[in-house]
């Protein structure tokens, strides 16, 4: 793909999220030299990159831990710009530290400061490492904590990302005290630009089907005769009658592939409403290595 003629990259902000962290990566990975856009909300994101040609957004889609995305998904399906689409993806790994203004970690017996999920996947460091009438302070990010810790004393500290430490100046205390070791992001580019074949591509679309036994199985069926490899599916409410749902589904290859196109226009025969979500290549982050698989 070639984005050299990309202005700005909109991401999930604030400033040192794990958002831009992926934002950084992307840029890496593509050689992408644009003005980055912090937002408040993933509907902000979406909307600027519909408004802006020329112009990329960053966002998460599915965590290890959490599931889905349920914004970013509803929000994708429903862009007014259909060509708004997922252009790459990165599966990065969550990595909370211990951040504070002090060098040593005896030190902090006041309080720990962070988002309220953050402090959740670090409750068994919390519980076993940390005093045991320490404050827990909940903040309304990882960023804002650490931009906090200046209004408090040497003995709080907070819990963020290695980019948090580097742009607020603080120390690394202690890498890695989330409680699950395997915890993972995966980020989505997206933008109206158009994808080319990779041999390691994967496809998402989003359909709804008629509310009748077998209409279901019958667009999967499709998938099992063409000898397409599904990977992930989901439901989401359609949010226009009630207990009526909207399908995702992740599968491998690519639109441009023959075989793909073939089922995808014989899905749509059988479907009330299908959204092309995008057709990207399938990469992890490994230590500092983006790999592609």
Do not use: W
């Amino acid at each position: 793909m070639n984005f050299d003629n990309v202005s700005n990259i909109a991401y999930l902000g604030p400033n040192a999220s794990f958002s831009e962290m992926a934002k950084d990566l992307f840029e890496a990975r593509y050689d992408i030299n644009a003005y980055p856009m912090p937002m408040q909300t993933i509907r902000q994101v979406v909307e600027y990159v519909e408004n802006n040609p020329n112009t990329l957004g960053v966002l998460p889609v599915e965590n290890s831990i959490e599931g889905t995305v349920r914004e970013t998904l509803d929000t994708l399906m429903h862009s007014k710009n259909q060509n708004i689409k997922i252009l790459s993806q990165i599966i990065m790994p969550i990595n909370h530290c211990l951040l504070a203004r002090t060098t040593e970690c005896y030190s902090i017996t006041g309080g720990i400061i962070s988002h309220p999920q953050a402090l959740a996947q670090c409750r068994n460091f919390i519980h076993e490492e940390m005093p045991r009438n320490i404050n827990i302070i909940e903040s309304p990010s990882t960023a804002e904590a650490a931009r906090s810790l200046s209004n408090y004393n040497l003995t709080y500290a907070a819990i963020g990302s290695e980019k948090t430490a580097e742009v607020y100046n603080l120390n690394i205390l202690k890498s890695n005290i989330n409680d699950d070791k395997t915890n993972k992001t995966r980020f989505v580019l997206i933008g109206d630009f158009e994808t080319d074949k990779t041999g390691r591509d994967r496809t998402s679309i989003a359909f709804a089907a008629d509310n009748r036994p077998g209409a279901l199985m019958e667009i999967l069926n499709i998938f099992y005769e063409s000898n397409i490899n599904l990977s992930y599916i989901s439901s989401r409410p359609s949010k226009l009658e009630f207990g009526d749902y909207i399908f995702i589904v992740n599968f491998d290859g690519h639109i441009k592939s023959k075989k793909i196109f073939d089922a995808l226009t014989k899905i749509k025969e059988k479907t009330t409403f299908m959204k092309f979500l995008g057709s990207y290549e399938k990469m992890f982050l490994d230590g500092i290595r983006i790999h592609s698989v």
